[in-house]
């Protein structure tokens, strides 16, 4: 058993890689730097994040829809939307190391990397959209940037969803998928890459309307953090004043979270007036304006963004669910986004009833659930390797099982034991792990 650590965020990376959440990514060649890969255990728990999302925004709504566009899109759209333009940030040089750093991340006039102080260049504006080439010829027609927001494609594609769905204004786009920022200085794990997952919205709305929906999805914001078990306690609102906005944005919230490394940035609920709608309509020369059925009145709807990042979303959730009672480690995780549901397992693995009977329910309840199959070593060694990838139940056969059709579950967060059923587990745990609602199903 590994005992925990002082310092939270060597807890976390440490858990993470000894149970599969996250690797460095190309590890055997060395590595790339700040690049991840999720595991098995964590693809599974970032699969359940965006799913609940999706269900929450999307499904549930029936003013949200949703589109998966392009990473690639025509180099016209970062002209109109401002991007290859203003998506700067100011970096320096340290004059004795040649490292290079965000001015505004900066505390202090000492090098992080090498202590001199006073050396650092002018700062200059660095753009951080992502280049690459599209054909063959690496020559300057055939340049192109990977999307630094998944954001610009609803604007794009906004023309189209009004012809092809009835969605009337208020009504949002919604999408979730990889964005690429060329950072000075990501780091910080999973915290700030030059890859990553964003899940947004943008949300149509008329201009007299902007401040009831701004505060409609800043209390979803508040629903969503609960909903995915990030500890409220730790999340505050910060007001972003003029001239620090982004260049977009007329009313900007920061939602921060207490990382171990300290309060940063987690989502962000942005007013984008008509900015963009605005500008690919110039750029494009296309008419986007929605014309209101009702009063057949043309015009440009204004936009309310919530925005939510995928992999920071990920590192506050672990970082909310990580729980230490004396030795054991148990990560707290709301059951409908656990990596797994259950463990099955036989008592002993040298015993074929045992295993035939864990085998028939396993197979019965994986068509439903994600399950973990576990057998070796000794039962205590199991339920300890599933705290920590936080499965809510474990379910055991015995040798009364055999005789009486039950058999014992543990709960994760108490550590309680309690025998159930067989024929009555589906229903144990589609209430466990969706709710009340879901016992009737
Ligand atoms: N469309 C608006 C937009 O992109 P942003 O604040 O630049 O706004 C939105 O990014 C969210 O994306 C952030 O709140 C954060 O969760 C996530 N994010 C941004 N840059 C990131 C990076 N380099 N690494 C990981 N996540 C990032």
């Given amino acids: ?198 899940m947004e919205i943008e949300y149509f709305v008329k201009e007299k309307e902007w401040a009831e929906h701004f505060e409609h999805w800043r209390q979803a914001m508040w629903q969503w953090m609960e909903a995915v078990g990030i500890d409220e306690k730790m999340v505050h609102e910060l007001e972003i004043p003029d001239g620090e906005r982004a260049h977009y944005s007329k009313r900007t919230i920061d939602f921060e979270f207490d990382y171990p490394f300290g309060r940063k940035e987690l989502y962000g609920l942005a007013y984008r007036t008509d900015f963009d709608l605005k500008n690919h309509e110039k750029g494009s020369g296309q008419n986007l304006k929605y014309r209101d059925p009702e009063t057949n009145e043309e015009f440009l709807p204004h936009v309310i963004e919530p925005t939510w990042g995928v992999d920071r979303t990920i590192l506050a959730v672990l970082v909310s669910a990580y729980t230490e009672d004396g030795d054991r480690v148990f990560l707290k995780l709301p059951p409908r986004i656990a990596p797994y549901k259950a463990m099955i397992s036989p008592l002993l693995a040298n015993k074929p009833e045992l295993v035939k009977m864990a085998k028939e329910i396993f197979d019965d309840l994986k068509t439903e659930f994600s399950l973990a199959w576990d057998d070796r070593g000794n039962i205590g060694k199991r339920y300890y390797a599933q705290d920590e990838i936080g499965t809510p139940y474990c379910i055991t056969v015995d040798f009364d099982s055999l005789e009486n059709k039950e058999v014992t579950i543990r709960d994760r967060d108490t550590g309680t034991q309690s025998r159930v059923p067989i024929n009555e587990l589906r229903t144990f745990l589609r209430t466990g792990v969706w709710g009340e609602a879901h016992s009737q199903k």
């Fill in 1 to 198: 058993m590994s005992k925990p650590k002082d310092n939270p965020m060597d807890n976390i990376l440490s858990l993470a890689k000894r149970r599969g959440f996250v690797f460095p990514g190309s590890e055997i060649y060395g590595g790339l730097a700040n690049s991840w890969d999720y595991g098995p255990v964590g693809s599974l728990l970032k699969k359940n994040i965006k799913d609940l999302w999706w269900k929450m925004f999307v499904e549930s709504r029936e003013d949200v829809v949703g589109i998966d566009a392009s990473l690639l899109m025509n180099t016209k759209v970062w002209e109109a939307s401002g991007h290859l333009k203003e998506f700067s940030d100011p970096l320096v040089e340290c004059k004795k190391c040649h490292g290079r750093f965000r001015e505004d991340n900066l505390e202090g006039d000492k090098c992080p990397s090498c202590g001199e102080k006073e050396s650092f260049t002018e700062a200059k504006q660095f753009n951080l959209m992502l280049k690459t080439f599209l054909g063959p010829a690496e020559e300057e027609a055939n340049q192109v940037y990977f999307r630094p927001e998944t954001a610009q494609a609803m604007f794009v594609d906004f023309k189209n969803v009004l012809q092809t769905t009835r969605v009337k204004v208020p009504f949002g786009i919604a999408q979730m998928g990889k964005a690429f920022r060329n950072e000075i200085t990501p780091g910080n794990f999973i915290f700030r890459t030059r890859e990553f997952e964003q």
